[in-house]
């Protein structure tokens, strides 16, 4: 159980182009998502908290606009990177808190490569 | 608000051999404290965890213990294996409803056949 999944794996986009991460807890709802993005051998970066029906917060010296996220259901929050630019790029990866046991876990998703060109 | 360091960030040990990592906290409301295995190019996945409630966890080849009063955590891996090469991270939460996880810098574990 408490399986994560993230569509898509990897893309690569042109300069100027929006993108869209999709991220779905499998088998449990989660009213929370969180959104990290992770350079190369550098640790996990939280960028957002994703809370079902209401707005996301965001990390200081995250840019809302430019990181759309959409948190409709209990089961899948999106991520838009907007006007995406070659310093976008990095990896992405949503973790689904499940309240398994009484702790509020947070199971991660595969992670997303994106690539701008 | 909380900060969590790792140590070391990188480990090389022989097949077979113990692996050790140890994390330290300041923040004294935290109380959960998860370590994550990740491999290259997949997201991180759990692999043990401790609440503050508990000062030592084991699971099969895997240990977590944590002195709350020192603010430090460490993950043990007994008999490592070659498919225990991977980057570990330990992390730090106040237990409450979906938290945000501050997580540690990381420690890439190599291990020699």
């Known amino acids: 159980g408490a399986v994560v999944s993230q569509h898509p794996s990897r893309v690569i986009c042109k300069s100027g182009t929006s993108v869209k991460i999709e991220c779905r807890s499998l088998d449990f709802q989660a009213t929370t998502m969180f959104w990290y993005r992770q350079f190369p051998k550098q640790s996990l970066m939280l960028m957002a908290t994703s809370n079902e029906g209401s707005k996301a917060t965001y990390e200081q010296g995250v840019e809302k606009d430019k990181f759309l996220i959409n948190h409709a259901s209990l089961t899948l929050s999106t991520l838009t990177v907007t006007s995406a630019h070659p310093e976008d790029s990095s990896f992405y990866i949503c973790?689904?808190?499940?309240?398994?046991?009484?702790?509020?876990?947070?199971?991660f998703g595969p992670g997303t490569r994106l690539t701008v060109l | 608000g909380e900060n969590v360091e790792q140590h070391p960030s990188t480990l090389s040990v022989q097949e077979g051999d113990s692996a050790v990592i140890k994390c330290t906290y300041s923040d004294s409301a935290s109380n959960y404290f998860p370590w994550y295995k990740q491999e290259l190019g997949k997201g991180p996945q759990l692999i043990i965890d401790i609440r503050s409630n508990v000062g030592e966890k084991k699971d099969q080849r895997i240990a977590v213990t944590l002195n709350k009063t020192a603010k430090h955590f460490s993950l043990h891996i007994t008999e490592t294996q070659p498919e225990d090469s991977a980057v570990y991270f330990c992390?730090?939460?106040?237990?409450?409803?979906?938290?945000?996880?501050?997580f540690g810098s990381g420690t890439r574990l190599s291990i020699r056949p």
């Open positions: 973790s689904a808190a499940h309240s398994s046991g009484g702790a509020n876990t947070q199971y």
């Open positions: 992390a730090a939460t106040p237990y409450s409803s979906a938290s945000k996880i501050i």
